[in-house]
């Protein structure tokens, strides 16, 4: 019987350990405050160039791939390979870019806030010079670990980083 239970443990155990790796994940859109109604997300690869100031930095890729209107509800998408991505927000305010994302917070199911000139309860305290300026803020958070998350803020209608915050354990 001893044999059974050991070959019954060993067969689990090769069961558990060869399931398929996630390949689609939701971002659920929880929060807009801020931001007109007419507004569109997407989400793209970074690439280096040259970028405003005339210095390389992190440029977002012209193709994205996922495009819609920014609404509450849910964003699929794909397993992204190992890089830096971008989420865009078009507005009448212009294109604000949050750049240089690490693959890790897009290949997970996270709720995504997107807000504007809204300080968070979230945010560090050293944030609070930020009130007063126009400032976009993206928080991804993972649904299966409260410590997973990645904040970031701009100045809107640009991609010039305000202040950036994340964890991962």
């Known amino acids: 019987m001893t044999n059974f239970l050991k070959t019954l443990f060993i067969f689990s155990f090769l069961i558990l350990g060869c399931q398929a790796e996630e390949q689609i994940f939701v971002h659920t859109i929880t929060d807009i405050s801020g931001l007109p109604n007419t507004a569109t997300i997407s989400y793209s690869s970074d690439f280096l160039g040259v970028g405003s100031t005339g210095g390389i930095e992190a440029l977002a890729n012209a193709d994205d791939f996922v495009s819609q209107p920014l609404a509450k509800g849910d964003l699929t998408i794909n397993k992204v390979d190992r890089g830096n991505y971008?989420?865009?927000?078009?507005?009448?305010?212009?294109?604000?870019?949050?750049?240089?994302?690490?693959?890790?917070?897009?290949?997970?199911?996270?709720?995504?806030?997107?807000?504007?000139?809204?300080?968070?309860?979230?945010?560090?305290?050293?944030?609070?010079?930020?009130?007063?300026?126009?400032?976009?803020?993206?928080?991804?958070?993972?649904?299966?670990?409260?410590?997973?998350?990645?904040?970031?803020?701009?100045?809107?209608?640009t991609n010039k980083e305000i202040g950036k915050y994340s964890e991962d354990f």
């Open 86 to 157: 971008t989420i865009t927000v078009q507005d009448n305010n212009g294109q604000t870019s949050f750049t240089n994302i690490p693959e890790k917070y897009l290949n997970l199911n996270a709720t995504l806030e997107l807000t504007r000139n809204i300080f968070q309860p979230y945010f560090p305290a050293e944030w609070q010079a930020i009130n007063g300026t126009m400032y976009t803020s993206l928080r991804i958070k993972s649904n299966q670990d409260e410590g997973v998350f990645y904040i970031k803020t701009v100045y809107t209608g």
